[in-house]
């Protein structure tokens, strides 16, 4: 019998169907990437971070930490508050840490500058969220970005309860002066979102983070907790810390010394 | 008319591809008043294609959307017509599982709604995309971790189970045969994805960590709750559109049922409503009640939203109030008018509101605020405008082939 249009069209749609379901089905179960990574977190390395908030203050000028890390990874500058794209920056104490803040505080503690970045949590939201597996978190602890494979639906976005993440509103490329444009780290394109990684790039070549390596107070302690004989270990072992919103189970890995 | 047996199988095929296609070819032929609106429709198309193209090169900078307020009017727009797509299960339930037979009139009806809702709900997803050529990685790195994903299966599913279900039970009609029997099993699970595909939009939001508004468990009965208002309500405006302007009447006893079930589930989205106020205001947990302070009274000194959620509740009562006089008054203008206030008020709370609200504080215990700017309202338009043309077809097929059926 001869095919029609109605049949072949028939036949094409089911072909096509069981290829994309196939697929879909071959990828659940080859055994996925990032699950595997998130169960393996219980490795023998973990990165972790402390900041030392009253070194820090001490130089309320001091830029040097953001500075390095946004030129290292070409992060471009936005005056635009709603726009602005940043992996390390500067707030007010009573913003970051709300819930050890009192009315009673004097103005100048309240505003007292704090460093933030992505926390690198131990159980990430924004992976769980992330439906393509453009974010993931590594053996190590560090949570990554894929900007190659990030489709800008910022979901990681929304359930970030830190606001470590930026999106690209537009195109960085051309905001950056292509002087500036530092070639050993990639350029995004827009729409897609990015944030700090803890300078994975350069801890794989045994190298410490831009902004622990810019800081002349010694300000961020840098190290793996997963051993016990760690500097960060020792340092975090007898000192009150703080982590933010350390309510939510996201296990901060990011520790405040206050 | 296939009776006898004479006919040859191959025959029978060419009935029945004759069929379908002239089923189609209705939507191919009308009257000027067809043209006319599909024509209106196309334009109120065209600014948002325009303004789209910009957005695919400049990128979502065109939008009112912020670091901090990350979701607007599509990802809002998305969740309100999930909504409405799901209400399509409050004609099939009363029709399929209780066997109301004046809802026989509107279950195709209720089915292509969906479907053109559904349509509209992964535009806007497409829309508020950064990268959305990209969009194929979500088929080619599943990742079942995410309620995307599933919201993704989902919505997928149940779209081609309407259209599936729809389509046979229009084409049967069209040959006077009786629907097939194959098609129970679908139209029984069609009733539990209907449910699956709000609640699963719900739990996009309910299980963030850092969002307090959406982090709570009522959350997906609320969703349902208001789009058994919202949905239904769309459902039974059409339906007097349909009866007042064509020679089709879907029938006036099954759109008063139909009202009473916006009443039942207005009253008790209203009730969930007031469960969300005390629970936040009782316990006065600051982050509990944040959120509800920026959309109802303001914070920091930023209200854009405020007048809007007061409008929805009030309209909502409103609405309400206008259902019960109805019953008793049997007034046709004042059903169509309480209708489209419970409509408008599910919006302004679902479709508004809620996305918005759930960025309020930031992260930081600051107040952003966020207005769409024109281009962003002009594409959402733009997919309204794809949807009801949609919608248009759809019905206008239907009803020429009740009509040529001799009703």
Redesign the interface.
Known sequence: ?QI?R?EFLKKAGIAGASL?AG??LY??FKG?D??TAVVESSAQTKWAMLIDVKKCAGKPDCSACMTACHKGHNVPAIDD????IKWIWK?DF???F?EHTSEYMDVAVRSQKVIVACNQCDNP?CV???????TWKRADGIVMMDHH???????C???????SR??????PRKILSGNDIRVEYPVR?????EKCNFCAERIDVGEMPLCVEACSEGAILFGNVADPESDIRRALAGKYVLRR?AE???NPEIYYLV | MFSGGKLSS?QILKYI?WY??SMLEKILTGKRQYWLLLGCLLVLMAPGLFFYTRQIL????ITG????V??GLYISQFTFLVGVAASAVVVVIPYYLHDVKQFGRIVILGEFLAVSAVVMCLLF?FA?????F??F?????????????WD?VALLGYLVLNIIIAWTALSAEYKGIPVPQWTKPLIYLSIPWAISIHTVTAF??AG????PLWLASILGARFIASAFASGPSLLIILCLIVRKFTAFDPGIAALKSLAKIVVYALVINLFFIALEFFTAYYSGIPSHHHALDYLFFGLDGKSSLVWFMRISIVLGVAGLGGLLLQMKMNNTMLLLISLVAVFLSVWLDKGLGLVVG??VP?????V?EYIPTLPESAIAVSIFAIGFMLLTALYKMVISIRISNGN
């Open positions: 019998m029609n109605k994309i697929g879909v990828s659940l996925d990032i699950i508050i709603r726009r602005e707030a009573g913003n970051v709300p939201p769980r969220v992330c439906p393509v597996g453009a494979r990030c489709i800008g639906c910022r979901y976005m929304a359930a970030c309860p830190y606001g930026s999106f690209n509103w537009k195109d394109t827009k729409g897609v979102v919103k939510l189970g996201t | 191959e591809i379908e296609d400049d990128g979502l900078v959307l912020s670091r901090d990350s979701w997803i508020d995309m950064g990268q959305p990209r969009i990685n979500v088929l080619l790195y599943p990742s079942p971790h995410s309620l995307m994903f993704t996009l939001y963030l960590p850092g969002r759930g960025f930031t992260p930081f215990e600051t952003t």
